[in-house]
């Protein structure tokens, strides 16, 4: 976070400063080969590695790491990861190059097929009450710390209904959030499959597929999805829920994890 001057106008003139939210360039290299460079915020950079590492399928456990390095350059950031040799032979055949800006999970992959490759799907059985989404949403603001300064980062978040507590990261990119939450729950030892990821932004088909990822079974947004996102949750088993608010909300896709009585549809037509 930085702070700039602004000249702001209200009806009048007023010099005045405003916090900003930092990026930088971000590359993650395995084995010295760069594999994606993305804007990202210059915090939780060992969670974000870690989270994208998994989120993409390049590890399967944090023993695939051997090494990892942070490499402040002038130009940017760079994360130097180290792979045990299965992993790194599977990378190399992958192939898969990203330059992701903020606001894109997607951009740059030479594949039209790594683009849209199938999801894992979730089996759960877990359930969950609106009361309880309902007050994950409601603690959230307070816990946006970086946001609350800037107005300008998403955010990511773990909230398990077993004990209230929620786990929360933040980013300009509401990917990198995302990863970076993936990747403190890897190294928390966290049981993914029993917690409900919250994010602030938009869901597109590439949240869906780190969500996936992580074994989680229920993904609630504050805003809308894509019409794709929403076709690939139902596929990959997963309840989207999305335009949260603390009174309420709306069921895209397995709606049974939900526990709501549910009214007879009325037609005023």
Not at 9 to 29: D, H, K
Not at 39 to 47: C, F, Q
Not at 201 to 215: H, V
Request: proline share 4%; with cysteine.
């Amino acid at each position: 976070m930085v702070r700039v001057r602004t000249t702001t106008w209200r009806g009048t003139v007023n010099e005045s400063q405003r916090a900003l939210p930092e990026e930088v360039p971000v590359a993650l290299t395995y084995d010295r080969v760069t594999f994606a460079v993305m804007m990202a915020s210059p915090i939780n950079l060992y969670e974000f590695a870690l989270g994208f590492s998994i989120s993409e399928g390049i590890i399967r456990e944090l023993a695939d790491i051997t090494d990892f390095e942070l490499a402040v350059l002038p130009l940017g950031i760079e994360c130097r990861i180290s792979l045990v040799a299965p992993r790194k032979e599977a990378l190399l055949s992958r192939r898969r190059h990203i330059a992701g800006p903020a606001g894109c999970g997607l951009c740059g992959i030479d594949s039209l097929a790594e683009a849209v490759r199938p999801i894992e799907g979730v089996v759960s059985k877990f359930s969950v009450t609106p009361e309880t989404i309902a007050s994950a949403i409601r603690q959230l603001p307070t816990l946006q710390t970086l946001n609350r300064e800037t107005r300008g980062v998403h955010a990511a978040a773990l909230f398990d209904p077993a004990n209230g507590d929620i786990m929360i990261y933040e980013d300009v990119g509401r990917h990198n959030a995302l990863d970076k939450l993936i990747g403190a729950a890897a190294l928390a030892g966290r049981d993914t499959s029993s917690g409900i990821v919250i994010l602030t932004s938009r869901i597109s088909i590439e949240l869906i597929q780190k969500t996936a990822r992580m074994g989680c079974a229920i993904l609630v947004a504050v805003s809308v999805p894509t019409a794709r996102a929403v076709r690939e949750a139902e596929a990959a088993g997963i309840t989207l829920i999305a335009v949260a608010r603390d009174d309420g909300f709306e069921i895209f896709t397995h709606a049974e994890r939900v526990k709501v009585a549910y009214a007879p549809f009325r037609s005023d037509g």
